[in-house]
């Protein structure tokens, strides 16, 4: 049985960090892509990070430079240092998996943690 357990949000001042982790368990971690999503209220959803199974990254445009996903496969963990955080960054963040197949961009990703809440106030 698939688990993706977030934990490290909370309420911040813009300007500064946080660190989420995302606990996986029930499948084989290092053979799937990763990826970072978050909702605010009244918003869609949006991807923010990806990370293939052997370390490559993308960030969506509006993080770059200030957050930074990553994974450490032998511990079954996904990260996401976000700094220099706004009030826009607000929003309940997500980790989701799914299984690598050519590209972590296109696929959709089925298993889904509870999330986590990341305030930021101004």
């Known amino acids: 049985q698939v688990q993706l357990v977030e934990s490290g949000g909370g309420s911040v001042q813009a300007g500064g960090s946080l660190r989420l982790s995302c606990a996986a368990s029930g499948y084989t971690f290092s053979d799937y892509c990763m990826a970072w999503f978050r909702q605010a209220p009244g918003e869609g959803r949006e991807r923010v990070a990806t990370?293939?199974?052997?370390?490559?990254?993308y960030v969506t445009y509006s993080v770059k430079g200030r957050f930074t996903i990553s994974r450490d496969n032998s511990k079954n963990t996904l990260f996401l240092q976000m700094n220099s955080l706004k009030p826009e960054d607000t929003a309940m963040y997500y980790c989701a998996a799914a299984r690598y197949s050519g590209s972590c961009l296109t696929l959709n990703y089925n298993y889904w943690g509870q999330g986590t809440q990341v305030t930021v106030s101004s």
């Open positions: 990370i293939y199974p052997a370390g490559t990254t």
